[in-house]
């Protein structure tokens, strides 16, 4: 059987109504039928990056990452992680085939030999942040960026930059932590990367 494809426009503000229903029906009966294509966001985001069909706005985020010797994310934190918008960023930016395939991950993504680095605020102050501390170890927060995402596409990762709870600290004490910032950047290009790989990390 060939295979076709329905529109359903559909347009009710109640899914429990009557026109809900039908459309319902309608969405079942025909898949049934046609059996269409699941959409997978990895597969078709890989299939674009291969074929160069990337909207202009991620090809242009691609080059300025394929530019850089280092990229920096400078975030709050937010739920223990970072901005939804900037998660966005790396779902979007760092797909398949670009930033890294099978098997080139971890040590061989696609990344490799560039730096990254994680520089943020949090809310709660250094000792919340403790292993002691009710946040817990900042390190178990950070695996998923550093290793899942940055060591995931070949990044090598350096040390992350904390600013610890300025809301709440003293304009002397925020001063400090700009000054402290700007002193490790004029040294950073001498810097080691941090052990991202799982036998080391929480060593
Ligand atoms: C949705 C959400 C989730 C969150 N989840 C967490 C979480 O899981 N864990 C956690 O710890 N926190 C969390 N937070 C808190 C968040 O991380 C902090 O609010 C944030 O990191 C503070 O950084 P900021 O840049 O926004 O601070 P701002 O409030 O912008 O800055 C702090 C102060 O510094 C001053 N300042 C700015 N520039 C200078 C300068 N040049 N010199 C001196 N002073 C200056 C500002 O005027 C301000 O008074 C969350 C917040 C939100 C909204």
Redesign the pocket.
Known sequence: MTERKVLIVYAHQEPKSLNGSLKTIAVEELSELYHPEQFNYGVEAWEACKNGSLSEDLIKEQRKVKEADLVIFQ???????M?AIMKGWMDRVLVQGFAHDFPQCYDSGLLKNKLALLS??????KE??SDEGV?GDIRY?LWPMQHGIMHFCGFSVLAPQI?????Y?T?EE??Q??VSWGERLKTIWEEKPINCAVDGYFK
Not at 163 to 167: D, Q
């Open positions: 975030f709050p934190l937010y739920w223990f992680s901005p943020f605020t949090t809310g709660g102050g919340m942040y946040s927060l600013c610890f709870a300025p809301e600290a304009e925020r001063v932590m700009l």
